[in-house]
């Protein structure tokens, strides 16, 4: 049965980092294209940044140069770096394949990232 289980997530000020991790159990992973995906207070889920299983990477305009995703197929496990956090970075973050019909709707709990002074 999948699971995923995330950490990382927490409130910090513009500029800050944060390092989120989303381990995946259950499932198939390593051939799957991966992605970070985030909902923020609008409610639609957006894809911010994805990794193919050879590590090939692509962001959203709105993270480039700021956010970092990297993998470990071994542990199934995706994360994503990001620096230089702004306000409009907060969000409910997940992880899922792309496309995310894959995992049939399953986008676990997510992890919560708040920026404020």
């Known amino acids: 049965q999948l699971h995923l289980v995330y950490s990382g997530g927490g409130a910090v000020r513009p500029g800050g980092s944060l390092t989120l991790s989303c381990v995946a159990s259950?499932?198939?992973?390593?051939?799957?294209?991966m992605a970070w995906y985030r909902q923020g207070p609008q409610g639609s889920r957006d894809l911010v940044a994805r990794?193919?299983?050879?590590?090939?990477?692509d962001y959203s305009d709105a993270v480039k140069g700021r956010f970092v995703v990297s993998r470990d197929n071994d542990k199934k496990a995706i994360y994503l770096q990001m620096n230089n956090l702004e306000p409009e970075d907060s969000a409910v973050y997940y992880c899922?394949?792309?496309?995310?019909?894959?995992?049939?709707?399953?986008w676990g709990n997510g992890t919560l990232v708040t920026v404020s002074e």
């Open positions: 259950g499932t198939v992973f390593t051939p799957y294209l």
């Open positions: 990794i193919s299983s050879g590590g090939t990477t």
């Open positions: 899922n394949p792309d496309p995310s019909h894959l995992w049939r709707g399953y």
